[in-house]
């Protein structure tokens, strides 16, 4: 994450802030479907379950970071333009 540094301080905190929330709300939910609740209970189960938080947010800092350098090449195109341009390259 910090080997490719963001180009404004916007765009910093969007990625950061999107990795937090993805980091705890993805984390919490790989520990509920695997139930690794029990793991909380050692000193290296906890520093697992932090490790495992961390992992879950590092998508949301690619595709935040993805999404700012899409954006910023077709700076002059509308969103329209630009949704329309994504759906054309899913297939959809």
Same mark, same amino acid.
């Given at each position: 994450? *910090?080997?490719?540094?963001?180009?404004?301080? !916007? =765009?910093?905190?969007? /990625?950061?802030?999107?990795?937090?929330?993805?980091? *705890?709300?993805?984390?919490?939910?790989? *520990?509920?479907?695997?139930?690794?609740?029990?793991? /909380?209970?050692?000193?290296?189960?906890?520093? /697992?379950?932090?490790?495992?938080?961390?992992?879950?947010?590092?998508?949301?800092?690619?595709?935040?970071?993805?999404?700012? *350098?899409?954006?910023?090449? !077709? !700076? &002059?195109?509308?969103?329209? &333009?630009?949704? #329309? =341009?994504? !759906?054309? /390259?899913?297939? #959809?």
């Amino acid at each position: 994450m *910090i080997m490719t540094r963001p180009r404004s301080s !916007r =765009e910093w905190a969007v /990625a950061l802030i999107s990795t937090v929330v993805v980091s *705890i709300g993805g984390g919490a939910a790989v *520990i509920q479907y695997y139930s690794l609740h029990e793991w /909380a209970v050692t000193f290296y189960g906890s520093l /697992a379950l932090a490790s495992l938080h961390f992992t879950c947010g590092l998508p949301a800092w690619v595709l935040v970071r993805a999404w700012f *350098i899409y954006a910023e090449k !077709r !700076r &002059d195109s509308t969103l329209p &333009d630009l949704v #329309k =341009e994504i !759906r054309e /390259a899913s297939g #959809k």
